[in-house]
């Protein structure tokens, strides 16, 4: 049953950026509350000043105006590899919107072309604890109050297109978003048998327009507008998210290149795999040795 937007009150990780920004954003133009979450104060403050601008249209039906939006969003600044600090969090979501209907773990860090050979250790730990343990500590902090709603809760699971194929100089956070892949598809295996009513859908995003793919697309040295017309816009891939969380399917595929891979795979894994080293090897190993 799919669930509506309006009314109803979500959680928003990586809130202060990218696609995190864009759930956001999409989020409170349907009607919904948001308690934004992300590391970076100052990127949760220009969202909030996006959700206040945004001018109302007829799309939606529901896009609100500036005084309006502004009432609809909370701000929180947390580090998702906190234990400590995710654990305590949803009480304080509590005590700011008295419900909790959903939650959106968007919140990630890349891997900046790094061999497995050298990329440092420390690196390695950051990317594991934002990326996968983050996910998993957000995720079952929030379970309680999710299974508390009488019509349902939602959790969003954010892996990757490298979760499908290995990508050049991202052999950790591939392995990062693979995780988080197979624990969002045990996680939704567990909630049909502990707690039908909530639903947990993982989305593989290909290649989403964001500062991420465009800091990548200028290490690689390929014109940014170039990287700009194969990527997915940001607000496009939000609508897609969400929705697909809304309707509670398990799992969803997002963005041209994604599903390009996703067909190559289940042709061969060898042409998937050498696909992926033509198009991003050349770039990714070039000036450095290969490892």
Same mark, same amino acid.
């Given at each position: ?39 970076? *104060?100052? +990127? %949760?403050?220009? !969202?909030?000043? =996006? $959700? /206040?601008? #945004?001018?109302?249209?007829? *799309?939606? +039906? %529901?896009?609100? !105006?500036?005084? =309006? $939006? /502004?009432? #609809? ?13 995710? $654990? ?204």
């Amino acid at each position: 049953m799919t669930m509506q937007t309006a009314g109803k009150v979500f959680v928003v990780t990586g809130a202060g950026n990218g696609i995190g920004r864009q759930v956001t954003l999409e989020l409170i133009a349907q009607g919904a509350t948001v308690a934004a979450v992300d590391i970076n *104060e100052e +990127g %949760l403050g220009q !969202t909030v000043i =996006e $959700a /206040g601008l #945004r001018p109302t249209g007829v *799309e939606t +039906g %529901l896009r609100p !105006t500036g005084s =309006e $939006a /502004g009432s #609809r969003i909370s701000t929180h600044v947390l580090d998702v590899s906190d234990g400590d600090a995710v $654990a305590a969090f949803p009480q304080i979501v509590l005590d700011a919107h008295g419900v909790v209907d959903g939650l959106f773990n968007i919140a990630g860090i890349a891997q900046d072309f790094e061999t497995t050979s050298g990329i440092m250790p420390e690196r390695i730990d950051q990317i594991m604890a934002v990326n996968f343990h983050g996910t998993v500590a957000m995720t079952r902090a929030f379970l309680p109050l999710l299974a508390e709603r009488p019509d349902g809760g939602r959790v969003m699971l954010t892996s990757s297109l490298s979760a499908l194929v290995p990508v050049p100089g991202a052999a950790v956070y591939g392995a990062s978003k693979a995780a988080i892949a197979y624990f969002g598809y045990g996680l939704a295996q567990d909630l049909r048998r502990q707690c039908p009513s909530v639903k947990a859908t993982t989305v593989i995003p290909g290649t989403i327009w964001t500062d991420i793919v465009r800091n990548s697309a200028q290490t690689m040295g390929v014109p940014v507008a170039v990287a700009k017309a194969f990527a997915m816009p940001a607000r496009k891939a939000a609508k897609r998210m969400i929705s697909s969380t809304m309707k509670g399917r398990t799992s969803v595929v997002i963005g041209k290149d994604a599903h390009v891979y996703r067909t190559l795979q289940r042709v061969s894994s060898v042409l998937a795999e050498r696909v992926s080293y033509v198009q991003v090897g050349t770039f990714a190993y070039r000036e450095k040795p290969v490892n």
